[in-house]
């Protein structure tokens, strides 16, 4: 480090607490997306926290029986009942004297989008006072890259060959859970720390049940390189397929990264393995679809 | 307190004098009256309890789950298809060593649908590591929850009460409902060695290896063996404070009985009036009605068929491909005793088909005139 660069690093003030409740020893994948949202939102939530996790990566990240990674207790609960297991942990606490421990269901696409919507629905239908996280890295990763719901069109995946690839859309997840009206939804991307740390923290003081939507990308997964995961994290954001924005009571909209130049989804698309078979005609096809969304998204935000 | 209540309320009352915490559950015919009854002691604040209405059996499980894990008294009831869609979490109940207590209500599975009583739901449920007490009166099923919770909760090992359909879950019947402080001074509160808090982070239930999950099961099998000896004080203790004895079976005039039935659930007590009929005739006939499957008593079992010259075994419940399910056990249980003892194995009542007094007629009559069985298994009443 050059003295000038020494001397701006100290003028330099950390935009995140520099508290760590992730240590080192976990057990993923180099340039794993879902160990940094952990890693944020950790730091928001602090250390009054209880996770649930069900089956996926972080099941496996957190490190096999006695040991764990993370400095706040985790129940490793069944793959479809990460928001149900959470609803009764939060309502254990309570009876038995803890009002104050945030209950986080911690679960990823496959664990939220497939096979835990069911249990999701119900805990957000009664607004249990649940913190529900889902990290989403568009498959199911833990098991080897198999299609989930989140799993976008025109993606590779272990059971969506080159030739028969994914031509379904991504299941909408954010609308589904604002459609429960609850007191609030909001997408993060790990490529937006102080966003992500600010919904982590916002969520946290609201009561009900609160849905957290974080891109997270798996360079084992997508076949991409484990440097790019953060760029991949802030491109996603900048071509408006993953736009960062949020919903109170279902209701009201706000879109917390506004972007004066959309870039185009092509350059996204080209540097991730899962997509190198896709002619330019599906990419504009992706193209098209993004805009359509991204202009609904504009209207509901009443930020034309 | 003396009332005239339904199974179904039985189970209430007994998990509301248990002071359960946190209770979620979801509606299935006939259990539906067992969480009305507490939705509304929770609502008027009788119940100081958290009532978690959920969308399925499997989520009823988990948020059980999750609630005892925090450290709360935790129960829930089901029956049937609902039974059977929990089975997963039967299974994370035992392993995670999460001691709920929960109702059932035999009935049987479908297809055809079917709301009547038969026993394939819970026994199907046999190797889920869950404690399993069948009921014969709806004092027995009050009676139960409340030393159920207890046995529970000293072992870690989950337990289900069970009833059957209608002719225990909404029929009524004189119960005396104890007075809540001698139930306190009974069961004292749910205070686990380690539950889930920030105060002290720990992992539950995660990534096993070979090196450590074998050890994980013989503890949970170690203390299973534990609870036969501990059900029978409890029991004891039981009795003691309110003057009834739960114990692992009843012994009804088997003593000097040549043959002796056994039974389970509300059949069990048909079975005595038959017993009492029959003996009236000059036959020496008792009834062994088996309260408790798992952990099955073996022991007590091969002590009172000890006498006996044939042994008939009814069973409300099959296991396609062998045989009636309290039969298997009985059978292994007698498996290297001395005695040579002829063993009848009965099918009856599947899909709620009466069992009265005359069935009992029926398979003693059968048992007396033969001397081993003509056929493996004996169909009572089946319309070939």
Redesign the interface.
């Known amino acids: 480090m050059s003295k000038e660069t020494k001397e701006k690093a100290k003028k330099m003030k950390l935009s995140l607490p520099e508290e760590e409740l992730m240590n080192s020893g976990h057990l993923a994948c180099q340039g794993c997306g879902a160990t940094l949202a952990m890693r944020f939102v950790l730091k928001a939530l602090g250390q009054k926290t209880v996770l649930c996790i069900p089956a996926c990566c972080w099941s496996v990240i957190d490190g096999p029986f006695p040991y764990s990674c993370l400095d706040v207790p985790i129940f490793h609960c069944a793959f479809e009942t990460a928001a149900s297991s959470a609803s009764g942990v939060k309502a254990g606490l309570e009876m038995v004297g803890d009002t104050e421990t945030t209950v986080v269901a911690w679960a990823g696409d496959g664990g939220t989008f497939d096979i835990g919507i069911q249990a999701l629905s119900g805990t957000a239908e009664r607004n249990d006072d649940i913190l529900y996280i889902c990290y989403d890295n568009e498959a199911y990763m833990n098991t080897g890259i198999q299609r989930s719901s989140a799993t976008p069109y025109g993606a590779w995946t272990t059971t969506t060959p080159v030739k028969h690839f994914k031509n379904r859309p991504k299941k909408d997840m954010v609308a589904i859970m604002a459609a429960h009206s609850i007191p609030y939804v909001a997408t993060a991307s790990i490529g937006y720390p102080e966003d992500l740390f600010r919904k982590a923290k916002k969520a946290k003081d609201i009561k009900g049940t609160r849905f957290l939507h974080i891109y997270a990308p798996c360079p084992s997964g997508w076949k991409t390189r484990p440097e790019d995961t953060v760029k991949l994290s802030r491109m996603v954001v900048q071509n408006a397929i993953f736009p960062l924005y949020e919903i109170e009571n279902g209701e009201k909209y706000t879109l917390n990264i506004k972007l004066r130049e959309k870039k185009p989804v092509d350059d996204y698309l080209r540097i991730q393995g899962r997509f190198r078979h896709l002619s330019d005609e599906e990419i504009e096809y992706i193209q098209g679809e993004v805009d359509k969304k991204w202009g609904k998204l504009l209207k509901q935000c009443g930020a034309n | 307190m003396r009332k005239v209540i339904m199974g179904n309320h039985a189970l209430s009352y007994g998990a509301m004098l248990g002071r359960s915490?946190?209770i979620?559950a979801y509606p299935i015919t006939p259990q539906t009256q067992v969480v009305e009854l507490l939705s509304e002691m929770c609502a008027d604040g009788t119940l100081d309890?958290?009532f978690?209405?959920?969308?399925?059996e499997?989520?009823?499980m988990?948020?059980?789950?999750?609630?005892?894990?925090?450290?709360?008294r935790?129960f829930t009831a089901t029956s049937s298809q609902g039974l059977t869609l929990m089975h997963?979490?039967l299974h994370?109940a035992s392993g995670g060593r999460l001691p709920v207590v929960m109702g059932n209500i035999n009935r049987a599975m479908a297809p055809g649908w079917s709301i009547w009583s038969d026993q394939n739901d819970s026994l199907s449920q046999r190797d889920t590591g869950w404690m399993q007490f069948y009921c014969g009166s709806n004092q027995e099923v009050l009676d139960t929850v409340i030393q159920a919770f207890k046995v529970s909760e000293a072992l870690h090992i989950p337990s289900m009460v069970i009833l059957d359909a209608f002719s225990l879950s909404h029929t009524y019947e004189v119960v005396d409902v104890p007075d809540q402080d001698k139930v306190d001074e009974f069961l004292p509160p749910y205070k686990p060695r380690i539950?889930?808090?920030?105060e002290?982070?720990?992992?539950?239930?995660?990534?096993?290896?070979p090196e450590?999950y074998f050890e994980l099961r013989y503890k949970l099998q170690k203390e299973m063996e534990k609870a036969p000896a501990l059900i029978e004080k409890t029991g004891k203790e039981y009795e003691k404070f309110f003057g009834r004895y739960l114990g692992l079976v009843e012994d009804h005039r088997c003593g000097d009985a040549e043959l002796i039935l056994i039974t389970s659930g509300t059949m069990g007590n048909t079975a005595k009036v038959a017993v009492d009929m029959l003996r009236e005739e000059g036959m020496k006939v008792g009834n062994l009605r088996i309260k408790v499957f798992r952990p099955f008593p073996f022991e007590t079992v091969r002590k009172i068929l000890k006498g006996a010259r044939k042994v008939a075994v009814v069973d409300r419940n099959i296991s396609y491909g062998y045989h009636g399910i309290f039969y298997q056990e009985v059978k292994s249980a007698l498996y290297g005793q001395d005695s040579n003892l002829p063993l009848f194995g009965f099918i009856a009542g599947l899909g709620g088909r009466d069992i009265t007094p005359e069935t009992f007629r029926e398979i003693v009559q059968y048992t007396k005139e033969k001397d081993r069985p003509e056929e493996e298994i004996v169909w009572i009443g089946v319309k070939r």
Not at chain 2, 195 to 198: A, C, D, E, F, V
């Open positions: 915490q946190v979620a309890a958290k978690i209405k959920v969308e399925s499997h989520s009823a988990a948020a059980c789950l999750g609630a005892s894990l925090a450290g709360a935790t997963e979490l994370w539950r889930i808090t920030p002290e982070p720990h992992a539950f239930g995660g990534l096993t290896g450590h």
